[in-house]
């Protein structure tokens, strides 16, 4: 059964698979295709028709097979087949041979005809066959289209242009595109653009085949300003009309006709096209065209009040199609100006409300002036920008405008005539400084004042020309400030910080007399001094116009420099002879050639000659205290640092204790600021003579010891150090002294630096530090000298040296204050913690062989069980003959 099973599989699929084979076939349907016809085609251009088949069966690639009949005898003619070499017809084996015609496979169902130079003896009829691969004969096995194969009469005949247009102008291109009409083909036109510099070539605009119109991409806007149009006319001729022509549009220009045909696949089709040079056009800019003349109508040299009138003549070419923007420019500065649309507008900055700008003819502007003073004397000239509008004539002057060209005329001199005013300057000092920050004034007077008109006032300018080596090197020339005519202050860069806080004041004390001070001198000011005095006029307007500037001999200013110097000298005022009381110290100093300056102050002292300078207080110039770093926060409260007098400090310490004795002085400095709002800068320095605080008190003297019963423990132990101290001498009473304790420790491994590890204050404020060790610290209080210090639950990290520092705290017996007295040190004692080696391992072992013998006596009963049970002696039934047989068959 097993073996019958594979060959009725088998069959069972061959039958499944010829009945879908047999399935398929019924579905094949095969369509071969070609274009819809017919195609029509100029002689001598290129054609390929495209035949392809679907739906069909067999191999994926298909042959094919062309072959053509012509309309006057109605015989078939092979062309070209893909299986069959010799398939071609005799006639046309020639130009299959040489690749005139040829076939190529687009893909394995697809293939191209290709005649490469169609003449009219190829119209006719076109096949496209294709061999049966399939299982049925079902559907279209060929296929035909028409070829229609005309002559080429496309003619292209261009008009030359204008070859030299000016901007602005229009340049006409005229093309003559024509064709004999045989079939139903259509014509269109394109002009286009070879720049010379570029040589690219730019489409400008298309006609046709079916009246459309497209444009470059950069004419499209042009076009629908209006810029470019069309003008079609009759027998063939088109027109193209460019207006307003810039020099952007200078190159060669070309007309293309094309013939195209409208095949029933609603495509259009060229099938010829001719392209011929019009020429070329050049445009010549504006700016070669335009000319500016300036001239004068009325005299060129006047008195102030007459009449000024000039005249800006401008050509051009294309006058009327440009339009004009004309300046009329006094010193280079715009006075006013005419706008392309005629509207007048006056320079905002250079405002003349008796000027005019009016045009007397095409191209003509006039200026007039009425009533000239002084200032309108100078050099006249007019601007001229020419612009172009890009829009055409149909835009209705809405198209955009873009300057074409900039050019100045000639100037014409202009000559305003008029006594100046005369005088005198005087420039005398009335006040000179000896040292830096004295003050200094000076006054110009005005004297024999001639041909000042009524209502012409005077204005003044300080001028200052430093020294070598005063601040500015090489020497400089800078402008104080300056009093206009209105007697506005006007003041210079350098100046200007010092006016404004009234350090420096210009002021006008009379008619004729101007004055300047500085309250506070400085070094940069040493130099010599000039007043330049202006007489200004009143114009037309009510304006007043500088007519003349007179400049005064130079005024050296100079003095002594000499360096400043700082007396310090400090003495006791109160002095401390006994612990607790106050000491109080003052320090006057004394000053020459400084001037007005402000004072820090540092109070200093030293332990004794040689040791380290500790800074105690500060006082900045600005009257701030701050502490110094080696004041004890505790008594920052104990001390003052004061200013008592213009020239004096005074520093207060209260409650002197043992540890205040030593040498304590003033070191002052000076301080200058050169303006108001300026940093402090340093003037001079000096330190005052040592003051000493010395006295002896007859207190009690103190000891230290450290001891220790066990200094080897294991871990886990608790070890205990006791810090004893004696008092010796007058031993005060319980209450009246306390010990501030501090305990340090020394790692046996990590260094030699002591750290801290707990600390009991003289009001018994315990203090534990932080530690890397699991064990506890506790410090305990055995009596009134003796302090114990408890590590508990040691560990091997707490092995190395220990040592106390204590402070003892007592009061004193002259002036019942809290004292407190040096710091004292005790010995140090070396704490090792051992490691038990039998009592970590003795319980491990003991666990271990507890287990061990626990599972060894578990195993033996467990086996003896199982033994008892299992293992028992049971009957033996010998086995007959008979049941060697049944064995044998099992």
Known sequence: MARNCPKMCIKSCLFSLLFGISLLGGVFSRIVSVPPGPLIRVEGQPISIRCDVTDYGGPDEQDFEWMMTRAQNK??????????????????????????????????????????????????????????TDSEHKGNYEAKVELIVIPNTLKVSPATPTPVVSESGDIVLSCNVTRELTQPTYLSVTWSIRKSKTLETEEILSFGPQGEVTTGPKYTRRYSDGGVRLVPGRNGVFELVIAKVTTSDDGTYGCTGTEWAHERSEQWLQIVESTKELGPVTVVPISQSLTITASSISPLTLTPGEFLSLLCSVTVDNLPQIGLEITWLSNGRDLITMERNGVVATNGTNYRADASLERVAPGQVRLGVRGVSIEDAGAYSCRVRAFVEKGGRSSGGGGRWHMAAEKMSTTVNVKVTQIKPSYTLTLDPVETPKLTSEPVEMACHVTNITNLPAGGRLGVSWQHNTLPGTGSNPPSSNLIGSLDAAGNLLPGAMYSERLKSGEITLNRVQPNTFKLR?????????????????????????????????????????????????????????????????????CAMSTENLGEAGFSVLIQSQDN???????????????VVQHGGATDPKRRDQMVLLKSGAAEFRF????????????????????????PGQIWTKATSAESNKIKIDY???????????????????????????????????????????????????????GDV??????????????????????????????????????????????????????????????????????????????????????????PLLYGAVASLGVGLFSLIFGLVCAHCCCRNTSHTPLSRNKLLHLEMD
């Not at 207060?652 to 200058?672: E, H, K, M, N, P």
């Not at 810090?723 to 020394?746: H, I, M, N, Q």
């Open 75 to 132: 015989a078939e003619i092979k062309i070209i087949s893909t299986f069959d070499t010799g398939y071609s017809h005799p006639s046309l084996t020639r130009r299959v041979a040489s690749g005139e015609i040829s076939m190529n496979r687009l893909k394995d169902n697809e293939v191209e005809l290709k005649i490469s130079d169609v003449k009219q003896t190829d119209s006719g009829f076109y096949n496209c066959q294709t061999p049966s």
């Open 518 to 586: 500085f309250v506070r001198t400085q070094v940069v000011d040493m130099g010599q001094y000039m007043c330049l005095v202006s007489a200004w006029t009143v114009n037309t307007q009510g304006g007043f116009v500088k007519a003349t500037e007179e400049q005064s001999f130079a005024l050296p200013i100079k003095w002594e420099q000499k360096r400043p110097t700082l007396n310090v000298v400090a003495k006791t005022i109160r002095e401390a002879s006994v612990g607790g009381s106050t000491f109080e110290m003052s």
């Open 609 to 623: 000659v040689g040791a380290n300078v500790k800074t105690l207080l500060t006082l900045s110039p600005d009257s």
């Open 652 to 675: 207060r310490l209260g409650g002197v204790q043992l540890s205040d004795r030593g040498f304590y002085w003033c070191d002052i400095t000076a301080w200058t600021k050169q303006q």
């Open 696 to 750: 002896q008190e007859n207190g009690p003297s103190f000891s230290v010891a450290l001891r220790s019963d066990v200094t080897t423990v294991y871990p886990w132990e608790t070890a205990k150090m006791e810090c004893a101290l004696s008092v010796s001498g007058s031993s005060p009473k319980s209450d009246d002294v306390a010990y501030e304790v501090r305990w340090f420790f020394t790692r046996l491994r990590g």
């Open 754 to 843: 002591a750290a801290q590890v707990a600390s009991i204050d003289c009001s018994g404020v315990i203090r534990k530090e932080a530690r890397n060790s699991s064990s506890d610290i506790s410090i305990e209080r055995i009596d009134t000298h003796s302090y114990e210090l408890n590590i508990h639950g040691t560990q091997d990290s707490d092995s190395g040296e220990y040592h106390c520092v204590v402070t003892p705290c007592y009061v004193s017996p002259s002036t019942k204050a809290w004292t407190k007295a040096e710091e004292l040190t005790s010995s140090r004692i070396f704490l090792t913690v051992k490691f038990a080696v039998w009592d970590s391992l003795k319980l």
